[in-house]
């Protein structure tokens, strides 16, 4: 299953704080945000398929921002094969 970088918005700070303690989500350090004073708070964090679902089921906003699976293999597309230090 897809994980994805995702970011969720909640209405007050319970809802978030509930993220750890009724979903068991872990958030990304650093990355809460309120845009305006009683807006909704965002953060960021790495979700599969089915915990986006089921956040969303609870009344939460999920946007997914990046693809890690496909990120990660372009990423290991780009590392060298074989050992460049091996004398040959």
Known sequence: MARYLAAISGADYDAMAD???RHNITVQRNSVRRT???GPFTVQ???DE??????E??????RP???LDE???ARQAEVGRGDRYRQQ
């Open 71 to 73: 990120s990660g293999r």
């Open 36 to 38: 305006r004073a009683g």
């Open 19 to 21: 993220l750890r303690r």
């Open 57 to 62: 089921q609870a009344g939460y906003q999920v």
């Open 45 to 47: 964090a790495i979700l």
């Open 65 to 67: 921002l990046e693809n």
């Open 50 to 55: 089915a915990q986006m679902r089921d956040l």
